[in-house]
């Protein structure tokens, strides 16, 4: 079982895996322009793909709770992206990304003692 690793200052691994139907998408950054006359031209502001991924935890414990309340505050969220940039791994350490979380990361509990996360990350190039 693979498990997602979070870096910022120390690791945290949450208790269990994402939900099935994690979401993997990439962002290009490119500009379209029309001109006067109707014509199109677009541009792309950077070669190298943006990786942006979706998650989605459900049934975390108190433990899980704390170590995300501790993430979310310590990279300074809002409802846009992370003040500050953190390091992850989608594959228990063996690939290593520098992202910023994109979005609110509420916690919401759904039974006694028992949370749900969603999450986007986007990588920060």
Do not use: C
Not at 47 to 62: D, E, G, H, M, S
């Amino acid at each position: 079982m693979k498990h997602r690793v979070i870096r910022l200052g120390t690791q945290m691994t949450l208790s269990h895996t994402p939900e099935i139907g994690i979401v993997y998408s990439a962002d290009y950054d490119v500009n379209v322009n029309q001109g006067a006359g109707g014509i199109r031209a677009g541009s792309i502001n950077n070669a190298t793909v943006r990786r942006i991924w979706q998650f989605q935890w459900k049934l975390l414990n108190p433990t899980d709770k704390t170590n995300l309340e501790t993430f979310r505050d310590s990279v300074y969220m809002n409802k846009g992206l992370s003040r500050y940039p953190f390091i992850w791994s989608p594959d228990s350490g063996t690939t290593l990304y520098s992202a910023r979380t994109n979005g609110e990361l509420s916690l919401k509990e759904t039974a006694f003692e028992a949370y749900e996360w969603s999450a986007v990350f986007e990588e920060e190039l």
